[in-house]
């Protein structure tokens, strides 16, 4: 009846955003006077991109621990012991079959590198120190790697003495079918480490 809104519940993502909406009672809500209450649907906006990638069909999916991968957020929480896991992919598979690259930089949190001075698509800046560094090239002359259909997934335990720190990830497909055709970024994500 009229009490429905003392009920909060989560009904899915009904929007299709990778972010689940909450439906919310609304108490006293009885506009065709039958006792039957009503709710609202409250849409969780999508989170602001931080570390903006190409914009390209090439995606990061990360989570700490046993959360599920996730590329909407791309700033993260992590402490000394946590593992880290990094997935990037195309979806389309525009970039199946190609070279697939993760670079990598360490800041102090809340200083970002910023991104490679005229490419803005490139968080990763070798002109601030500490520098980036590969932590996976595909490019190997004697065994090359391809980027699998489903991308390509990496996990990192977090050792201690990080606090206060960060690292950003970023990953990239060489490809003549990017947009600047030599390759492709996805947006970075962060994991700040905390005690």
């Known amino acids: 009846g009229d009490q429905a809104g003392y009920a909060v519940g989560g009904v899915g993502d009904l929007d299709g955003d990778g972010l689940a909406e909450i439906a919310v009672g609304a108490r006293w809500d009885d506009d065709a006077s039958v006792d039957a209450g009503s709710f609202r649907v409250l849409r969780v906006p999508s989170p602001p991109v931080h570390y903006p990638g190409s914009r390209e069909d090439l995606f990061m999916f990360t989570a700490v621990e046993s959360a599920a991968l996730d590329r909407r957020l791309d700033i993260k929480i992590a402490r000394a012991g946590d593992v880290l896991h990094v997935n990037w992919r195309s979806i389309q598979g525009t970039f199946d079959r190609v070279a697939p690259i993760l670079v990598a930089q360490f800041f102090t949190t809340g200083s970002p590198p910023g991104p490679y001075p005229g490419i803005s698509s490139v968080q990763i800046n070798p002109f601030v120190s500490p520098g980036p560094f590969a932590v996976f090239d595909g490019n190997n ?38 947009k600047n055709g030599i390759f492709a970024t996805t947006h970075a994500h962060e994991f700040r480490f905390r005690p």
Do not use: H, Y
Request: charged share 0%.
């Open 141 to 178: 002359v004697a065994i090359p790697v391809i980027m699998p259909p489903g991308g390509l997934s990496l996990s990192f335990l977090t050792p201690p003495g990080l606090v206060g720190n960060s690292v950003l990830f970023q990953g990239m497909a060489v490809s003549p079918l990017s």
